[in-house]
Structure formats: structure tokens, C-alpha cells
């Protein structure tokens, strides 16, 4: 039915005892979407209870190169088999119950499955596409784990539901990585000097050579005029610091000032104040003295 694929490995303690249980899932291709979502943030223990039918050809599909997760997968006839040894059981429930619940987001939910898996196996229920879970398979559960949706449309597809849990383990388990090569993933790259980045910020004295030739450029071709400055300058050193250029996009920008030099001086064009037509406002026309 399908080709064997290579074993998960040999998953730390954190990933091998974060356990997903899926009970009665009528669609096969979500069983497979539900193990692509768990490899994706590196978990691979899958339980089901009666699932309406697996192993097919349409759950291999739908994992997408998960079938690893597929192939190593546990297939139980109750829930109390799939709880029996853990230590801590949390459920997903979207909707309120009539005896109050410990309820937690799935950030909180992650932080406790992580400090509670060095004990044992923490299990994450996953009712039917249709109903959920029971009210007798939820109150078997330490805690219940509420996403909070959209509440006008509130209903997650299976997978949905298992990938926003999977990705918020995923997140709690890097950031417990202090030391670990890993950790720098978590960290932004949003400009030069950040860890990634793939150039070196620009000094102070490269972006005064930029805004040099640049003031340069803007009055060879008559765009900007020492006797009425007024503020184009600072506003244009406003928004080129605002960028935080590095060493590359400055040369780049030096070399598109060179390019309207030569451009302009091959052409002989020089501008003049009578040439331009009345002088607009500097918001409302951005070809205008300023």
C-alpha cells in the first residue's frame, strides 16, 4: 500500500512522551494531515482510538512525507487504553461544559505538558471531527485546552487543532534550549547586525557618504536648492535611517546617484526654477523644489 519509510530516530524524552490521541477520527486524510502537522514540530508518538479507517491509502497521502509518524503509529479499541500510563491528560473542548473545568490556552497548555513530561507521558486529546469529545472522555482529563477562535465560527478542522498544539510545544521546548545550537532560530532577523543577517550594518561615516552625494545628486539635477532647503534633507535622513542600511544597499544606492549623474550629464539636462512650473506644496507634489 505504500513504501516503508525511515524510522523517526531517537526522539529526546521531551518529544517521545508528548503523546497525541486522536478518538474516532472518521477521515483517514486527516489522520494523515494530523501526522504531517506533528513532524513539522518534530513529534512523532501518535495514538488512535477506533479510528474509522486506518491504515489507507488516503491517510499515506495526506501525510506528505510523514509516514514515519504513520508507520509507528498505536491503534487502541478506548481511551483508557491510550491514558493508562500517563501522567497528565489534557483535552481540547470549544465549548463551555455545565461542572467547571480547568481550562487552559494552548501556550499555558505546552508550558505544563513540559514541565510534567520528565515524569511520564503527557497525553493531548483530540475528539471526532463532528462532536468532539464526550462529556464522560473530557472529565478523564486533568485539563481542558480551549483555543480561542473566532467565536461566530469557532470550529477547527482535526489537524487545525492538533498543528496550533504542536506548534506551541515546539516553541516551549525551543526556548528551554538555552544552550542549545537550536536556540538562535527563535531569535528575529530583522535587520543588519542581527544574528543572519547577511551583510554588515553600514557605518555612520558610509551613511554620511550616502546622504553627501546624495544632497549632491538632488541639486545637480535642480530637485533641491540651498537658498529654500526647507526640510527635504532631514526628511530624506529620517527615512534612510529609519531603514538601518547596510554596507551593501549602501553601495547599491551610491551607485544609482553615479547612474543619474551620468544619465543626466550625458543628456545636458539642467534644470531650472522657470522650467518646473509653479512650485506645489512639498506633501501634496513630490516632483517640486523643496
Not at 487545525?160 to 532560530?185: F, H, I, S, W
Amino acid at each position: 500500500m505504500h513504501k516503508p519509510s525511515r524510522p523517526l530516530g531517537s526522539p529526546d524524552t521531551y518529544n517521545d512522551r508528548i503523546r497525541i490521541v486522536l478518538v474516532e477520527t472518521s477521515h483517514s486524510g486527516n489522520i494523515g494531515a494530523v501526522a504531517r502537522a506533528m513532524k513539522n514540530m518534530g513529534l512523532g508518538n501518535l495514538w488512535m482510538v477506533n479510528p474509522r479507517s486506518f491504515p489507507d491509502e488516503t491517510s499515506y497521502a495526506r501525510a506528505a512525507g510523514a509516514s514515519d509518524v504513520l508507520d509507528t503509529a498505536t491503534v487502541v479499541g478506548s481511551l483508557d487504553e491510550a491514558l493508562a500510563d500517563c501522567v497528565l491528560v489534557m483535552g481540547t473542548s470549544a465549548r463551555g461544559r455545565k461542572v467547571p473545568w480547568p481550562v487552559m490556552p494552548p501556550d499555558q497548555a505546552a508550558t505544563a505538558a513540559a514541565s510534567h513530561c520528565g515524569q511520564g507521558t503527557v497525553a493531548l486529546v483530540f475528539g471526532r471531527e463532528n462532536h468532539g469529545l464526550s462529556n464522560d472522555e473530557l472529565q478523564r482529563c486533568h485539563y481542558h485546552i480551549h483555543i480561542p477562535s473566532n467565536p461566530d465560527y469557532s470550529s477547527l478542522n482535526l489537524a487545525m487543532a492538533v498543528q496550533v498544539m504542536c506548534y506551541e510545544l515546539r516553541m516551549n521546548y525551543l526556548k528551554g534550549l538555552e544552550t542549545d545550537a537550536r536556540r538562535p532560530y527563535l531569535e528575529p532577523i530583522a535587520q543588519p547586525g542581527d544574528a543572519g543577517w547577511d551583510v554588515a550594518p553600514a557605518s555612520v561615516g558610509d551613511v554620511e557618504g550616502f546622504f553627501g552625494h546624495l544632497q549632491q545628486v538632488l541639486e545637480e539635477i535642480d530637485f533641491h536648492r540651498r537658498d529654500k532647503p526647507r526640510q527635504l534633507m532631514a526628511r530624506l535622513r529620517r527615512l534612510f535611517q529609519r531603514a538601518k542600511l547596510d554596507q551593501m544597499e549602501v553601495n547599491i544606492l551610491r551607485g544609482v546617484l553615479s547612474a543619474v549623474q551620468k544619465t543626466a550629464g550625458a543628456s545636458g539636462v539642467e534644470q531650472s526654477t522657470s522650467d518646473t512650473g509653479p512650485q506645489a506644496p512639498e506633501q501634496d507634489q513630490g516632483k517640486s523644489h523643496v
